[in-house]
């Protein structure tokens, strides 16, 4: 486990199509001090150079992307993906400059996300970095749907879904998160839908970018439609733990624990992490130590101050 905050070696760029908008979006990856967070940057439209920071206090809408900002204003929105490979490639400060109010969708997955922070590098800063630490079971629960968050010693995500659809069915996907587990395991999964639900999204002005280029598609024979089928068996489930893994990148912290959930989506991720930090015993701010000979990391509280991420 790295203990010191870092941020990527030089400026990057991706371009692609908004999955929402179905408009040219681009996004500028650029270094950023220790204690900055991700943090991006309007470069057009009415509040040009409106800074939203990636926090879940944010959040403005959960409806089937997770938008940042104000959704009748300025905003951020189909966060998920690159947020996800920000915590999965241990990523803490970052300056986003993004045209078209919207991530760009590329593959529908964040492999181009890890592509692109590969090619430039990660640097380490010597400012050391912070961990939220659960230390209570946490949970919400809306109908036959929960998500929890439990103590454990590392970072585990735990998700289980569950669709009428032969093609989906029931799926579950485990694992500790580790930059090698995320890059092999969760990035390349991609989002998913159904055709029979298309015209209702346009009709509603959303997926007018969606394509098989971008999305596992579900026709009405219930099988994938895309050419080459599926990148994992259970693709599906892996995509809803990486949506799980972005939506809670915005913490502002890592945390240390386990992250379950079952048949979630983005608002509920957002709802669960709202509930923990609203609730200071359920967790604890702490700092690493380097390991001495013949003992592991050791971890300490630290007091957070007042502006800290956590707090709501």
Not at 119 to 132: D, S, T
Not at 253 to 259: H, Q, T
Request: proline share 4%.
């Amino acid at each position: 486990m790295n203990i010191y905050q870092t941020t990527i070696k030089s400026r990057v760029t991706l371009s692609g199509t908004g999955v929402h908008s179905g408009k040219p979006v681009s996004v500028n990856f650029m270094p950023a001090d220790a204690d900055t967070g991700i943090v991006f940057q309007l470069l057009d439209g009415p509040q040009q150079g409106k800074e939203i920071r990636a926090l879940v206090s944010e959040v403005g809408s959960t409806d089937l992307c997770t938008m940042l900002g104000d959704p009748n204003g300025g905003h951020v929105a189909t966060v998920e993906h690159l947020m996800a490979a920000v915590l999965g490639l241990g990523l803490d400060n970052l300056f986003i400059e993004i045209s078209g109010g919207e991530v760009p969708i590329l593959d529908g997955s964040a492999a181009a996300f890890v592509e692109a922070v590969d090619h430039v590098g990660i640097e380490i800063l010597p400012v050391k970095r912070r961990f939220i630490r659960i230390l209570k079971p946490v949970r919400i629960e809306n109908g036959a749907s929960w998500a929890e968050f439990q103590p454990y010693a590392g970072t585990r995500f735990d998700v289980e879904i569950d669709f009428e659809s032969p093609a989906i069915g029931r799926q579950h996907f485990a694992c500790d998160l580790t930059a090698e587990t995320f890059r092999t395991e969760i990035s390349r999964s991609r989002t998913f839908g159904f055709m029979k639900d298309v015209e209702r999204l346009w009709a509603a002005g959303y997926a007018l970018g969606s394509s098989l280029e971008n999305s596992l598609v579900i026709g009405d024979d219930n099988r994938v439609i895309n050419m080459g089928g599926l990148r994992y068996p259970n693709e599906f489930v892996r995509h809803k733990m990486l949506d799980a893994m972005g939506d809670l990148a915005l913490a502002g912290a890592r945390f240390i624990g386990c992250f379950r959930s079952y048949r979630g989506g983005h608002r509920m991720n957002a709802a669960a992490l709202r509930r923990l930090l609203s609730d200071r015993s359920a967790f604890e701010i702490v700092e690493t130590s380097r390991p001495e000979r013949g003992r592991g990391l050791e971890m300490s509280a630290v007091s957070a101050p007042v502006h800290a991420p956590w707090v709501i």
